[in-house]
């Protein structure tokens, strides 16, 4: 689950992290009571949306600017014709797609003055099951570009769970942004604050880019992007409470109430499989065969009647979806419930596209002989290969 830059600053900040003031804009009349409480003479309103890219974005609209989706205003009026510009208007940046992303927030944030930028990220070292950090003196660009054209550049390190943030790991931090004195004190602080707000409250990622030093010698975190783990937001309500599902596709919604793992891509072959392993090789098969996956959807090992069904539901809702590929190697998961799931499911939405079933594994004869016996127009496939090549087939001839 993502969260806006607002909302990711208000968070670090009941850690002691040092963020610059600012208020959310959700509807224009809210542009007055922020000019006022922030002393200027120089803000910055910034495009809140769940994607990176948002400096650089170009508006759709031609009544919303040319400036970007984060701008400089260096009056009262600059603000509030900044916000009528930019809020409800759609951003294109290079993480949205050529759809962009309309904008239904945005934050006023007293402006910086800024002497350096740094990047500083945290997230979820799964080979060594410990936190690690990414820190580097370039901050305020991609990183995935310093990382592939000046590697030395960036410093990174984890943290030992056994232990906690120590000292040293603060000191590290320090030395890799060549700050020294009272930054370096700073620094050292900043590092224990981050690492406990990232602890506390589960997180998946926390990516500060960029990390600044101001001319009056203060560290400041100048944007925020944080990730929180889903399996552990039963433990923090606080956290859901921030959610804005404005920014999440409707079936992903959908799919999270079934507990589905469920992702929308652009392609027009439906997909449902069990496991990830199996779906991302069902995916890459299709392109194969000269086509796109509508999505990824991993139903999972002890899917129920119930869940199938909705599953495939959610695969049916999407507009662009040409055919559907069921997909099963059962273990745990039985093919006879697949298919339980997919009759039931068929019978009450209907069936307006080509449907290909694999079925392998556990109760597999009882899996065909239901899907058989429904009476449904459904192609049966031996393989893997065989059901690419028959749902692709079928969507061409369409």
């Known amino acids: 689950m993502n969260i806006h830059e607002y909302q990711a600053k208000a968070l670090l900040g009941e850690f002691g992290v040092p963020i610059s003031k600012g208020f959310p804009v959700l509807r224009p009349d809210d542009a007055d009571a922020a000019v006022k409480a922030l002393p200027g003479p120089v803000w910055v309103v910034k495009s809140q949306i769940h994607a990176g890219g948002r400096g650089k974005g170009k508006f759709k609209e031609a009544s919303a600017g040319d400036k970007g989706g984060v701008r400089i205003a260096k009056s009262p009026q600059e ?3 900044y916000v009528k510009q930019m809020l409800g208007a759609t951003l294109v940046t290079v993480q949205t797609g050529a759809h962009g992303k309309q904008v239904n927030r945005l934050y006023i944030e007293e402006g910086s003055d800024i002497d350096k930028e740094f990047y500083l990220s ?14 580097s003196t370039e901050g305020g660009v991609n990183i995935e570009d310093v990382a592939h054209n000046t590697p030395e550049k960036i410093v990174s390190f984890s943290v030992d769970p056994a232990t906690g943030i120590m000292g040293h790991h603060g000191r590290t931090v320090a030395k890799a942004l060549n700050l020294s004195g009272d930054l370096a004190k700073q620094a050292e602080k900043l590092t224990t604050q981050l690492y406990s707000a990232f602890v506390a409250k589960d997180m998946a990622m926390l990516e500060i880019n960029p990390l600044v030093v101001t001319k009056q010698g203060q560290l400041r975190v100048l944007d925020a992007k944080v990730a929180f783990d889903d399996n552990a937001l039963f433990r923090h309500p606080e956290v859901v409470a921030l959610r804005d599902e404005t920014e999440e596709d409707a079936k992903e919604i959908e799919a999270s109430k079934y507990d589905l793992n469920y992702v929308a891509l652009d ?3 439906g997909c449902m499989v069990n496991g990830a392993g199996l779906a991302m090789a069902t995916m890459d098969i299709i392109k194969l065969y000269g086509m796109a996956p ?3 959807l991993d139903v999972g090992g002890g899917a129920s009647k119930d869940k199938v069904a909705a599953a495939f539901k959610i695969i049916t809702a999407d507009p662009n979806v040409k055919g559907i590929l069921v997909n099963i190697f059962g273990g745990i998961m039985k093919c006879d419930v697949i298919a339980e799931g997919v009759v039931a499911a068929v019978k009450d939405v209907g069936l307006t596209v080509p449907l290909v079933v694999r079925l392998e594994g556990t109760n597999v004869e009882q899996g065909k002989k239901i899907i058989r016996e429904s009476g449904l127009n459904v192609v049966p496939a031996d393989n893997l290969d065989d059901a690419a090549q028959k749902i692709v087939n079928a969507v061409k001839k369409g």
Request: aromatic residues 8%.
């Open 294 to 296: 509508a999505n990824f």
């Open 122 to 135: 945290l997230l979820v070292n799964r080979e060594t099951s410990e936190v690690s950090f990414v820190v």
């Open 79 to 81: 603000v509030k014709d």
């Open 267 to 269: 392609g027009n072959i």
